[in-house]
């Protein structure tokens, strides 16, 4: 059984940093973010976490973990946003309070899809895997983004329809600040291996597949126990994303999941669009996703909007999705069953 948090109106955002904090020169982006927020009608109260950085981290692990479990625990705070990833979630995970976790949303990706993901493998709570604090300072948001609010508003037992998004961004252009922060220049195409039209349904899983895959063989990713003590064993779709590895080492990780047994009962894979993917050899990323399919005998999606190379769709980890690619476009279908 899945069990769904609900974003409430005027809910009270707390923001902590698990991975990375904002170093000094920074510090107006959060302060900027948070603003915009209130400005929406959320209350938003931010951890010491938050504003210091130091050796690739906020501060010790202990520390980090400490501060979400007071978030995690604290009644008067409906929903943990941290302001961006970073390198070093990973060490936090053993110091979480999983026992004692509350029924409240935390958002975020890259890094903190290390979290999100072993939150809902453990516990059966979803988790969502979208914006971050920083990206929700511009004017105003674009379609795919702002739907972060919607979806985390939906009820248990209702649906909540995205869309594909029109353009995405090709590369951070700080220099020339947006109204809504990134720069949507390229037109979106979801694209399939197969190059035909492709419906999958199944339990959504994922992540930033650089961090999630270290979960493997730890007790913070045991995918079996589950599908069998939470989704009575219904097939997954899983969306993955890279942020930096090459195509060998993309396929390196992907082999691995297969060999943990992470698809098996799996009825489709997404992958997100990437900076990475670098092609070895000319073993490109097209030619992974076709080993893939020659493996696993399954579905992929990919280019879809998820990762870092935004905007991303709001993806809830243990909601049960319907996910279409039809002539380049793209929606999800999310039904927030138990």
């Known amino acids: 059984m899945i069990t769904y948090p609900h974003l409430k109106n005027g809910a009270t955002i707390g923001v902590t940093a698990p991975s990375s904090?904002?170093?000094?020169?920074?510090?107006?982006?959060?302060?900027?973010?948070?603003?915009?927020?209130?400005?929406?009608?959320f209350q938003v109260t931010c951890g010491e976490t938050v504003w210091s950085q130091y050796k690739a981290k906020s501060a010790p692990s202990v520390t980090r973990a400490a501060e979400f479990n007071a978030l995690m625990a604290d009644s008067d705070t409906d929903i943990i946003i941290p302001p961006w990833g970073g390198e070093l979630?990973?060490?936090?995970?053993?110091?979480?309070?999983?026992?004692?976790?509350?029924?409240?949303?935390?958002?975020?990706?890259?890094?903190i899809s290390g979290l999100l993901l072993a939150i809902t493998l453990k516990t059966g709570i979803a988790t969502a895997h979208?914006?971050?604090?920083?990206?929700?300072?511009?004017?105003?948001?674009?379609?795919?983004?702002?739907m972060w609010e919607s979806v985390l508003s939906t009820e248990t037992g209702e649906s909540v329809l995205q869309h594909s998004?029109?353009?995405?961004?090709?590369?951070?252009?700080?220099?020339?600040?947006?109204?809504?922060?990134?720069?949507?220049?390229?037109?979106?195409?979801?694209?399939?291996?197969s190059n035909r039209n492709v419906k999958i349904q199944g339990r959504l899983l994922g992540g930033c597949?650089?961090?999630?895959?270290?979960?493997?063989?730890?007790?913070?990713?045991?995918?079996?126990?589950?599908r069998n003590q939470h989704i009575n064993g219904e097939p997954v779709i899983w969306y993955l994303e890279n942020c930096e590895m090459n195509t060998a080492d993309l396929r390196r990780s992907l082999v691995q999941m297969k060999l943990a047994g992470w698809f098996d009962h799996?009825?489709?894979?997404?992958?997100?669009?990437?900076?990475?993917?670098?092609?070895?050899?000319?073993?490109t990323v097209e030619d992974v996703y076709q080993d893939l399919v020659d493996e696993l005998d399954i579905p992929i999606i990919y280019?879809?909007?998820?990762?870092?190379?935004?905007?991303?769709?709001?993806?809830?980890?243990?909601a049960y999705a319907e996910a279409e690619a039809a002539e380049g476009k793209g929606t999800v279908l999310q039904y927030f069953r138990p």
């Open 21 to 41: 904090g904002v170093p000094t020169e920074l510090h107006e982006l959060v302060k900027l973010a948070c603003s915009r927020l209130e400005q929406k009608g």
């Open 89 to 111: 979630l990973m060490e936090i995970l053993e110091h979480i309070d999983y026992e004692n976790i509350k029924n409240k949303w935390v958002l975020g990706y890259s890094d």
């Open 130 to 146: 979208g914006t971050n604090l920083i990206d929700l300072r511009g004017e105003f948001s674009d379609e795919t983004t702002a």
């Open 165 to 193: 998004s029109d353009q995405y961004q090709k590369e951070w252009n700080h220099a020339d600040p947006s109204p809504c922060v990134f720069h949507l220049t390229e037109k979106t195409q979801w694209k399939t291996v």
């Open 209 to 226: 597949i650089d961090i999630i895959r270290h979960l493997i063989g730890t007790p913070f990713g045991d995918v079996q126990r589950f």
């Open 266 to 283: 799996c009825s489709g894979l997404m992958f997100g669009r990437s900076p990475a993917n670098t092609p070895v050899n000319n073993y």
């Open 303 to 318: 280019d879809i909007d998820c990762g870092h190379v935004p905007p991303q769709i709001t993806f809830i980890n243990g």
